[in-house]
């Protein structure tokens, strides 16, 4: 299989992750192991010598592995149910071993250089396996980003195994895991449009805090129907808009709760809840305490 360092006429972040992956000065090692992480840097140039099956690497459904990949330069191609994606630069990819996705470098590709991490951590992968239900395969990675940097800091300890011990590589992993789950996260939903509907949300609740309404009230103020906004919202924040109105009354709720000494009747309807006992369920569904433990503690 061919493994190549190229010329110094690379993009800064190419160059970086060779030059951590050459302190071994060898160009023969295409990876290298720590104790939990195995990682490494290569560029392929032969269609016919790099294609991987994701039901075809010997791993065990029992005892799943994570393999990840970011594209340098070059472009290569990931399938998986189905579809297709052109793996270029800026882009990267993650899967479940064993899972049903192949990902290989395509005849009309001159070459593909990537970074990868493979690993096997049971709590690390069973998080990985959670994001991969909820995000596509292939996501951005564009170059100055915050997780490609955490990403060749943590290349960069592995090929130079500047780990005390396992404790302190597997911390290492738990930062990077955090890092990529923030990633996709902001990807999924991009924060300005996120902020944006939150305020518009927020705003009117406010507005209209001491009153019920439904969400039919907020999406025909954005000139939409009710399933149309719902939707909107759910993709640009994670939430329902329904749930995030009752996090707006619930905030408003335990601000009257630490800062007044007005009866939970009085504060239920100041922040447009039926009653005290409808309050006392939403606050104890939310918080796993009741108004009155929560403003003992206050």
Same mark, same amino acid.
């Given at each position: 299989m061919n493994s190549r360092f190229v010329n110094n006429f690379t993009p800064p972040?190419?160059?970086?992750?060779?030059? #951590?992956?050459?302190?071994? %000065?060898?160009?023969?090692?295409?990876?290298?192991?720590?104790?939990? &992480?195995?990682a490494g840097c290569e560029t392929r140039t032969v269609p016919a010598?790099?294609?991987?099956? =994701?039901?075809?690497? =010997?791993? +065990?459904?029992?005892?799943?592995?994570?393999?990840?990949? #970011?594209?340098?330069?070059?472009?290569?191609t990931f399938e998986r149910n189905g579809r297709k994606w052109d793996?270029?630069?800026? %882009?990267?990819?993650? #899967? &479940?071993?064993?899972?049903?996705?192949?990902y290989?470098?395509? %005849?009309? +590709?001159?070459e593909w250089t990537f970074f990868w991490f493979h690993f096997g951590h049971p709590y690390v992968v069973q998080r990985i396996m959670v994001l991969a239900k909820r995000h596509p395969s292939v996501f951005e990675l564009k170059p100055? +980003?915050?997780?490609?940097?955490? +990403?060749?800091?943590?290349?960069?300890?592995?090929?130079?195994?500047?780990?005390?011990?396992?404790?302190?590589?597997?911390?290492?992993?738990f930062e990077w895991?955090?890092?990529?789950?923030?990633?996709l996260h902001h990807a999924a939903y991009p924060q300005a449009q996120k902020k944006a509907l939150l305020d518009e949300v927020r705003a009117f609740t406010s507005a209209n805090l001491q009153r019920s309404f439904g969400i039919e009230e907020i999406a025909r103020q954005a000139g939409m129907s009710r399933s149309h906004y719902c939707h909107r919202f759910k993709a640009a924040t994670g939430l329902?808009?329904?749930?995030? &109105?009752?996090? &707006?009354?619930?905030?408003?709720?335990r601000k009257q709760l630490r800062k007044t000494r007005a009866p939970l009747k009085a504060i239920a309807a100041f922040t447009g809840f039926a009653d005290a006992n409808h309050l006392c369920k939403a606050f104890r569904r939310q918080f796993n305490l009741s108004p009155g433990a929560y403003r003992r503690q206050a």
């Open positions: 972040e190419k160059t970086a992750f060779e030059r #951590a992956f050459a302190h071994r %000065k060898d160009d023969g090692f295409r990876h290298l192991g720590g104790r939990i &992480v195995t010598d790099y294609r991987w099956h =994701g039901m075809r690497r =010997g791993e +065990s459904a029992e005892f799943p592995r994570i393999t990840f990949q #970011a594209t340098l330069t070059g472009h290569g793996v270029g630069p800026g %882009k990267s990819f993650f #899967a &479940v071993l064993p899972s049903r996705h192949v290989y470098l395509p %005849k009309e +590709s001159p100055g +980003s915050e997780f490609l940097a955490q +990403s060749l800091s943590f290349f960069e300890r592995i090929c130079r195994q500047r780990f005390e011990d396992a404790f302190d590589e597997e911390n290492a992993l895991m955090l890092g990529f789950e923030r990633h329902a808009p329904a749930a995030y &109105v009752l996090e &707006v009354r619930l905030a408003e709720a």
